[in-house]
């Protein structure tokens, strides 16, 4: 049926009359050509001289109008026209039928003005010209027409889109979704009425859906299928599976309808905008310490040192800024799907997340990806044994669920472009096992229900939508399986000027920035605590709180423990509900002990809580656990425990946690002290926990992939929340603690609780130190110690117990201790040197890959003066760690082995190290590759090594000397006496300092082995080394992979080979010679091209 329309012209604005000549008009979707009309014709008149200019232009145009006059008769339309008060032309049309147009049975009425050049149609409304404010007239507008422009365009055209949409119907129809979208653009426009969109919603499936809008669309005429590939070309998200079609027909919608409004009502779209909003809501305050401090997250927070690692624990640089976490920089494993991102307690992993989502929110990270759900994974330790849920639900329970979705386009949408939603789950090492859980089969539907607990597992595995990104935290330690790891960050917390950057933003007054700076600056140990991120803001809130109520409060000077940093805050919490000062002029004294005693009803009943819950494996309690530890309303205003977010399953009461799991560790050990019911001896039993033989991972992925039954269950196997209980304990009950705790205990229960514990302490450390594995190497007897051995350490520096400390250095009996990738940071430096301050031999020390810091470094200092081996490489260290060691190593003259390979040394601390060679008379090795040293570093360098008669070892691999630097080594290479190992591979050498070492090398018999890979050496250098190869100095081990050198310079080092008895092997491999080439030299063996 054919609907019949008003004739109009696309711009509805005042025109010249001539102008309008010079426009088509469209009859229900038809061109006919301008001269037809006549302001003094009938509408009838005008109607048969459209009929016959259709007819005429059918040729001409590529519509394929074959019935025309059929479908004009058939649509039984009847037309009355007249004049209306103002002159206009009018009209009414009755029995249209609703296929175009009106419905069935509904009339319309319209006005065409004289030469107006606009001429719309609305249901029982006479359409007028617009005035100047904008159309006042109310009703549908149904927009077909077409301007001169556009028609111009069309004819000169290749092709027409209502030609294009004919053609690819069938991909169309199979591809299209989101129809919503296009009803409402095209029904905004004008182009659709109502009745058009219900004719289309009464279609039972999508494909039919899509078939009648192509109808539609196509019967409307060509700018209204312009208009529609303009809809699909704007709103990718909905279609993106039509955007390469577009670009294969090079779709570029005309001038006119670029101009015409498309708005974005996809759903997908619209939850992807919903996501960011509630994302920026959720993300924008710092909730994470305290929920009477609310804090803008961009007021506060700050980078912390983030360090790119290899599948085997190895450095791969460090990540400059958080939004390029999901890039693929450092990617080790491109078939894992996990980012795993590792931290010590406390060192800012929850909140790099809280950034990394509000980075998404406002669209700053550097990511394609769409959708961004975030989880906790202690919520999955929360649902019932039986409880089941869909992949569905799971995401849009605890994120957001879509609006106007009847159709699931969201869920479909993700589960078809995986690649395009990122994941965060936060604190791995929180989940607890369930034995029965790992038994039961992997669940790969997204489609079925199962427990939460198997669909993290699916999804961390790769089994549910495989392709998204995965940030996983969790504490160092907890183990993963390597092949479901896409790249690893080791979180290293603050460096110092992090630090500085801190402390800015935390005090904004200008005194209390300098008071704070003073005292981190003449305390290492304090500072070394700040580094981490937790105890720094604790202790910068004591600080700024407990100066703000009293007289006068300063950092604390002596050496402050962890016990401390939590009895600050215990205090800053209690305190809240003290009375306040009296006036402003004059604030109360500062006294912790009445502070506590004030205190103790709360304090006990939130140490019970902390109790019970770790007890129990958990992190989450609710409303009736905090009841019955008779806590009130307003004790949890005292900031200890915040509403547990995103962690309740179900609709219940309220849930809550401790503000950290530390916090919950240090408030469980407050409650083994103050307990007064159960026998003394029950402080222990975190101690024996501890030491059972449990499964070395949480939650191992092992175990899930396998389903392989555990054969213990543990509510923690990864134990640090343990192990902190264990350390406050030691804390709590130590001498210079007991004045406190006798405030509050019975000094006789406190005393004899201190006897059992310092006595088990004397016993384990004693069998601990016994079974450590022994070696005997160049340096003498070793032992590795175990990343336990830090806990032990820990424990004893807590107790501040000089008897324990003696006893501890005793028992080590090697006189070198590796403590390598043992997880060694800047506070554990204080412990270690006050153990082994009672040691009185001489010791090497290798703390390689460790994160130590400046910050370590200057709490050792006293320690060196019995160090005959220092090994700190890959501990972040800088110039400034360089002055110390300057001036304690040179102080003692004892050191023989110096490591400090990849670390932040300049040419500064290059000068600093050179002092070092020159003046310890022993130091017989030295590593300092990988750093950031030039050839002013290099020149430094090589003029101490010249006049050092002990050194015969030295890399400087991965620095940046270059040439200059080469032709320092030069001079310090001739004639040397001692040196028998360099490196000097990955420092810019060209062929002018190749030159320059192979003659120095002439006159050099000592060297043995020689390494230049991975420089820009080529066949000009060749003839230089072939001389010195020839001259058979003695030299066995010539390494020279990575260069530049071609067939011409290895047949200069082949003649030369002939001339050497001594040499064993020149390594050759990665320069420019092909396979063919190689053939050439295979006779002689000591090139080594692999």
């Known amino acids: 049926s054919f609907c019949l329309c008003l004739l109009q012209p696309l711009a509805c604005r005042q025109r010249d009359p001539r102008q309008v000549q010079a426009e088509g008009f469209l009859l229900g979707g038809f061109f006919a050509t ?34 025309v006059c059929g479908s004009l008769n058939a649509s039984r339309t009847h037309c009355e026209s007249g004049t209306d008060a103002h002159g206009l032309h009018t009209f009414t049309s009755a029995g249209l039928p609703a296929a175009v147009g009106f419905p069935e049975g509904r009339t319309g009425s319209g006005a065409v003005p004289v030469g107006s050049g606009c001429c719309e149609m609305r249901p029982g409304v006479s359409c007028r010209r617009p005035r100047a404010g904008g159309d006042q007239l109310s009703g549908l507008r149904v927009r077909v027409s077409l301007s001169a422009g556009t028609l111009a365009q069309m004819e000169d055209s290749t092709q027409s889109w209502l030609d294009v949409l004919t053609y690819h119907r069938e991909l169309l129809v199979s591809r299209l979704r989101s129809i919503q979208c296009l009803l409402d653009n095209l029904q905004a426009s004008g182009f659709f009425c109502e009745e058009d969109v219900e004719i289309v919603q009464r279609m039972v499936t999508k494909a039919d859906q899509v078939r009648k809008i192509l109808e539609l669309v196509q019967f409307k005429g060509e700018e209204v299928c312009g208009y529609f590939l303009f809809i699909i070309s704007k709103v990718c998200d909905a279609y993106v599976d039509l955007q390469p079609w577009l670009e294969e027909i090079n779709f570029s919608p005309s001038p006119d309808v670029a101009q015409i409004r498309v708005v974005n009502t996809d759903p997908i779209s619209r939850y992807c905008e919903r996501l960011r909003q509630e994302m920026s809501r959720d993300t924008s305050f710092i909730m994470s310490y305290g929920q009477q401090d609310e804090t803008r997250l961009e007021d506060l927070y700050t980078d912390t040192v983030m360090e790119l690692l290899g599948d085997r624990g190895e450095s791969l640089g460090f990540l400059q800024s958080l939004d390029q976490l999901l890039l693929d920089q450092a990617v080790f494993n491109p078939q894992g799907e996990i980012t795993y991102v590792t931290g010590d307690a406390g ?135 390597t092949k479901v790891i896409r790249k690893k960050v080791a979180l290293r917390g603050f460096s110092l000027e992090h630090l500085k950057a801190y402390t800015k933003l935390h005090f904004k007054e200008q005194e209390h920035q300098e008071l704070v700076s003073v005292q981190l600056d003449a305390s290492p140990h304090l500072s070394g605590l700040c580094s981490t991120p937790l105890f720094c803001w604790i202790v910068f809130k004591s600080f700024r709180h407990l100066h703000t109520m009293h007289d006068s409060f300063h950092l604390p ?56 819950s770790l007890e129990g494996g958990s992190f989450i309690c609710d409303q009736d656990q905090v009841s019955e530890c008779g806590l009130t309303a307003e004790d949890l205003a005292l900031g200890f425990l915040r509403p547990a977010g995103g962690c309740d399953p179900g609709q219940g009461p309220a849930a809550f946690e401790f503000i950290h799991v530390t916090l919950q560790s240090f408030l469980a050990a407050f409650a083994l002290v103050l307990d007064e019911q159960s026998a003394a001896g029950s402080i222990l039993k975190f101690f024996t926990k501890c030491s059972k033989r449990t499964e070395s991972s949480c939650l191992s992925l092992a175990a899930c992939i396998r389903s392989v039954k555990p054969r213990e269950t543990q509510p923690f196997a990864a134990n640090d929340h343990l192990q902190f209980t264990n350390l406050f304990l030691c804390g709590l009950l130590s001498k210079s603690k007991m004045g406190l705790m006798g405030q509050l205990v019975p000094p006789a229960l406190v005393k004899k609780k201190q006897a059992l514990l310092k006595s088990y302490l004397s016993t384990s450390v004693k069998s601990h130190l016994q079974g450590l594995p022994h070696c005997t190497v160049e340096e003498g007897r070793k032992v590795h110690v175990l990343p336990a051995f830090l806990w032990i350490l820990r424990c004893v520096f807590e107790t501040g117990s000089k008897d324990i400390a003696k006893m501890t250095a005793k028992g080590i009996t090697a006189g070198f201790i590796k403590l390598g990738h043992c997880n060694v940071y800047s506070g554990d430096c204080t412990a270690l040197n006050f153990v082994l301050q009672h040691r009185q031999k001489l010791l090497g020390l290798d703390m390689d890959n460790n994160n130590i810091s400046d910050f370590g470094v200057k709490q050792l200092r006293p320690s060196f003066c019995k160090m005959t081996v220092v090994r700190l490489c890959v501990n972040q260290l800088t110039d400034s760690s360089m002055e110390v060691l300057a001036e304690e190593l040179c102080r003692h003259r004892i050191v023989e082995v110096l490591g400090l390979y990849n670390n932040h040394i300049t040419d500064i601390g290059a000068k600093l190290v050179a002092r070092i060679i020159e003046e310890c008379p022993k130091l017989a090795v030295v590593k300092i590759g990988k750093n950031r040293i030039t050839s002013i570093g290099g020149r430094y360098l090589a003029r101490a090594i ?101 067939a011409d310079g290895f047949q200069h080092f082949k003649e030369a080979l002939t001339h050497n008895t001594k040499l064993k092997e020149i390594c050759v491999g990665g320069n420019q010679l092909s396979k063919e080439e190689e053939t050439r030299f295979e006779s002689e063996k000591r090139l080594r091209f692999h």
């Open 34 to 67: 301008p001269h037809i009309w006549n302001q003094s014709q009938t509408l009838e008149a005008v109607l048969k001289s459209v009929l016959l200019a259709l007819t005429g232009a059918q040729t001409r145009l590529r519509h394929g109008v074959t019935d």
């Open 946 to 1046: 010249q006049k050092s008669s002990s050194i015969f070892d030295v890399g400087m691999w991965g620095n940046s000397i270059g040439d200059e630097g080469a032709e320092a080594f030069a001079e310090a290479l001739r004639n040397h006496s001692r040196l028998t190992n360099l490196s000097l591979s990955a420092n810019g050498i060209t062929s002018r300092g190749g030159r320059c070492l192979a003659e120095a090398l002439k006159e050099n018999s000592v060297l043995r082995i020689f390494w230049l890979v991975h420089n820009e050496l080529s066949d000009e250098a060749a003839p230089h080394l072939a001389e010195l190869i020839r001259a058979d100095t003695g030299l066995s081990h010539l390494w020279l992979n990575d260069n530049r050198f071609s």
């Open 557 to 612: 000077e002596s050496c402050v423990t962890l016990t401390d940093i939590f009895l600050l805050l215990s205090e800053v919490f209690l305190s809240r509900s003290a009375s306040p000062a009296p006036s402003l002029l004059k604030k109360s004294s500062r006294c912790t002990a009445e502070t506590f005693r004030a205190g103790l009803r709360p304090l006990a009943a939130f140490s019970k809580l902390a109790l019970h």
């Open 347 to 481: 060192v800012g992993k929850s909140i790099l997340l809280q950034k990394l989502q509000n980075l998404w929110s406002k669209r700053e990270l550097q990511t394609d990806a769409i959708f961004f759900f975030k989880f906790r994974c202690r919520m999955f330790s929360v649902f019932k044994d039986n409880e089941q849920i869909s992949l569905r639900d799971l995401l849009f329970k605890y994120n957001c669920y879509p609006d106007h979705d009847p159709d699931n386009e969201v869920f479909d949408y993700i589960k078809r472009f995986p690649e395009k939603v990122v994941f965060t789950f936060d604190g791995y090492d929180e989940i607890q096992e369930d034995p029965e859980l790992m038994n039961v089969p992997e669940v790969v539907s997204p489609e079925d229900g199962a427990h939460p607990l198997q669909l993290l597992i699916g999804l961390l595995c790769g089994k549910l939508l495989k392709g998204s990104k995965k940030v996983l935290t969790a504490r160092t330690g907890t183990e993963m399986q």
